[in-house]
């Protein structure tokens, strides 16, 4: 691991740790631990259940992405290059600002707009579909199925719509976050994401087969 390269990383993944740290003694004892979609509290917990947040959101998707790289057996990532620490480094940011936005949120005993998290979801599927043609077939990252692991051309052609489906859709996501109500936004939020799920699934399972005819 390059340290000076991991640095600013590290700085990222450290925010919501330091800035609990920095809250923790003005925090009450009970503190809101679960939004509905309205944006109202429906469970309260112990302050220290905070602590769980930075540890599930930046360390762990930073941790993962150090570790996966060396664990995978045909060592597919690594040839990615610099476009992997830029996916590592975009979706460590986006867990680190949400990690501090559910700490805020907490000490603020409000969650002004649940569109936020919807708006910072939207940001992660736009900037993985953005990605998603760059990636080489791998256990890892990707739409990972039996068609696309079996078949290099299914894998190309899967993330090539499938990388446009999850843009698009994280786009559309992002402005309705901005200009629709909250509970209409959970819905289409809901609906885009089973659609950008599903579709390219069933993809890879249909290339795979008329790839299958093809090549008889």
Do not use: C
């Amino acid at each position: 691991m390059n340290l000076k390269k991991e640095l600013p990383l590290i700085a990222i993944v450290l925010l919501p740790f330091i800035y609990l740290a920095y809250l923790w003694n003005d925090l009450p004892n009970s503190v809101p631990m679960h939004w509905n979609i309205k944006g109202e509290i429906d469970r309260y917990g112990d302050k220290t259940e905070l602590i769980i947040i930075p540890f599930l959101l930046p360390l762990l998707v930073y941790v993962i992405f150090l570790v996966v790289p060396k664990i995978d057996p045909k060592n597919k990532l690594n040839k990615m290059g610099n476009k992997l620490q830029i996916i590592k480094f975009l979706l460590t940011t986006l867990m680190s600002i949400l990690a501090l936005f559910i700490i805020y949120s907490a000490k603020n005993q409000s969650f002004t707009n649940p569109n936020y998290i919807l708006l910072l979801t939207g940001l992660l599927y736009l900037i993985l579909g953005n990605y998603f043609k760059t990636i080489k077939a791998n256990y890892f990252i990707g739409i990972r199925t039996p068609w696309t692991l079996e078949n290099e051309t299914v894998w190309k052609e899967t993330h090539r719509l499938g990388g446009k489906m999850w843009f698009i859709g994280g786009l559309i996501i992002v402005f309705s976050s901005l200009l629709v109500e909250k509970q209409t936004n959970f819905a289409l939020f809901i609906v885009i994401t089973a659609i950008i799920t599903i579709i390219p699934v069933i993809y890879s399972y249909i290339k795979f087969q008329n790839l299958k005819k093809l090549a008889k």
